[in-house]
Each structure stands twice: as structure tokens, then as C-alpha cells.
């Protein structure tokens, strides 16, 4: 059984951090891509953050870049987003996403983590 498990979430006061978790089973997970998308009220879906199998050369959405870093423990099978210096409109839904990087059409979704930023 597939599962997904983000935490970490939760209110925090503008300029603060979080570091959120996924933990990850039922797949082998060192052929997955592994994200970060997050999703705010009103509004669609977005990237967050990508990290390859290897765990190198990640990739962030400009409006994070900077601010998030995205690592990975292949042996844990574990994914984290740290998120420094946030924002109120860092106030989403986070979800992490697993897609196998030799069958693109298999991949699998978190139930969501919410960050608030707000004083």
C-alpha cells in the first residue's frame, strides 16, 4: 500500500521557519522524483519544489528560490521542505508527490500539510 504522510505543518509568524516532513512506503522509493506542490485557497496547485533520485540539482519555484531547500534520505525514504524567511503568502496546503522516474504516469499524492504564516 502506497502512502504518502507529510507533517510539520502549522502556524507560524512572518519570517519564521518550518521544516516539513514526508515519509514515504509502499514503493521503491529511490526511483521517485520526489516535490513539494502546495496549493492556497482560491488557488490552483503549484510547484514548490522538485529533487531528482540522485538528490542533486533541485529545482524551486522562483517565488521560494532562496528562501526552501528540498533534500531527500533515500535510505529513510524520507523527503523534507525547510522553509526560512516565510511569507503570509507562503500560506498553503503543502503536499508531496512521488513520481516514478521510469514510468511517468505512476505517482502518487500526500493528504496535505497546512502552513499558516501569520502574526
Known amino acids: 500500500q502506497v502512502q504518502l504522510v507529510e507533517s510539520g505543518g502549522g502556524l507560524v509568524q512572518p519570517g519564521g521557519s518550518l521544516r516539513l516532513s514526508c515519509a514515504a512506503s509502499?514503493?521503491?522509493?529511490?526511483?521517485?522524483?520526489m516535490s513539494w506542490y502546495r496549493q492556497a485557497p482560491g488557488k490552483e496547485r503549484e510547484l514548490v519544489a522538485r529533487i531528482p533520485i540522485t538528490g542533486s540539482s533541485a529545482n524551486y519555484a522562483d517565488s521560494v528560490k532562496g528562501r526552501c531547500t528540498i533534500s531527500r534520505d533515500n535510505a529513510k525514504k524520507m523527503v523534507y521542505l525547510q522553509m526560512n524567511s516565510l511569507k503570509s503568502e507562503d500560506t498553503a496546503v503543502y503536499y508531496c508527490h512521488a513520481r516514478n522516474a521510469m514510468a511517468w504516469a505512476q505517482n502518487y499524492w500526500g493528504q496535505g500539510t497546512q502552513v499558516t504564516v501569520s502574526s
Open positions: 509502499g514503493f521503491t522509493f529511490s526511483t521517485y522524483i
